[in-house]
């Protein structure tokens, strides 16, 4: 069973920064991915960045790219999302979840694992 835990989500203007970790705990019987999803109110849960767990190659939303980062430490179990340039349009809940098959993938349906999330909320 894989456990996840986010931290480090809060309340920030237009244009600051916040940098979200999630700590992964239990086994996992294959290696793929580590990934964040967000989900604002009244919409649906959508992708925002994942990377391999072993090679480290990294993908983004349109919306994101540039402005957010993420990265792993595969010592401490852990992945990280540095957000950059936040805007009142990233305010969500933001998910991390775990995909153990390869490949890229946009979908919730391929991440079984997930966290409870944590609320970034960005004013203008």
């Known amino acids: 069973q894989v456990q996840l835990v986010e931290s480090g989500g809060g309340l920030v203007q237009a244009g600051d920064s916040l940098r979200l970790s999630c700590a992964a705990s239990g086994r996992m019987y294959s290696m793929g991915f580590m990934g964040w999803f967000r989900q604002g109110p009244g919409k649906e849960r959508d992708f925002v960045a994942a990377v391999e767990w072993n090679g480290g190659y990294t993908y983004y939303a349109d919306s994101v790219k540039g402005r957010f980062t993420i990265s792993r430490d595969a010592a401490k179990n852990a992945v990280y999302l540095q957000m950059n340039s936040l805007r009142p349009e990233d305010t969500a809940v933001y998910y991390c979840?775990?995909?153990?098959?390869?490949?890229?993938?946009?979908?919730?349906?391929?991440?079984?694992?997930w966290g409870q999330g944590t609320q970034v909320t960005v004013s203008s």
């Open positions: 979840a775990v995909r153990t098959g390869g490949g890229t993938s946009y979908s919730v349906d391929n991440y079984p694992y």
